[in-house]
């Protein structure tokens, strides 16, 4: 049924239950899991930021590991990117690059003016994805 299957990772909490739910379905279908962490770009004129991006870069090169980790444990197979940009954009960019058959993501569970403020990646994704987005939910308990 998938043989492809993203899952967005920015190394927060809330993609934990998505990280697990990927690998459980890509076992179940013998499919290959992508992890995919977007590092936005950060514009100054002040030289000492490019140290910033490359910690951000840094960061998202191992969420990225840890999740292929993981898949490895379980017998799953798995690809890492990182790509640079506006995450949304970039995250649906790869599902039409990879051909990729299902998305799975987290969600912080952000309300009201949280949610209108900071805008939400997996809404965004949700909304704009042309093949199957799965969100799991993250519980406050959870972490």
Do not use: C, F, Q
Request: hydrophobic share 40%; net charge negative; glycine share 8%.
């Amino acid at each position: 049924m998938y043989d492809r299957i993203l899952v967005p990772t920015d190394g927060s909490t809330a993609v934990e239950g998505a990280i697990e739910r990927a690998i459980d379905l890509a076992e179940t279908y013998d499919a290959t899991l992508h992890a995919l962490a977007v590092v936005e770009p950060v514009y100054t004129v002040n030289e000492g930021l490019g140290s910033i991006y490359e910690t951000l870069e840094a960061g998202a090169r191992e969420s990225t590991d840890e999740v292929a980790e993981r898949a490895a444990a379980a017998d799953v197979t798995a690809v890492t990117a990182l790509r640079t940009g506006v995450p949304h954009r970039e995250i649906l960019d790869y599902v039409d690059d990879e051909e990729i058959d299902l998305v799975v993501m987290g969600t912080h569970g952000r309300t009201g003016l949280d949610r209108y403020l900071l805008g939400s990646v997996t809404e965004k994704v949700v909304r704009l994805s042309d093949v199957p987005v799965l969100t799991v939910r993250h519980r406050e308990d959870e972490g």
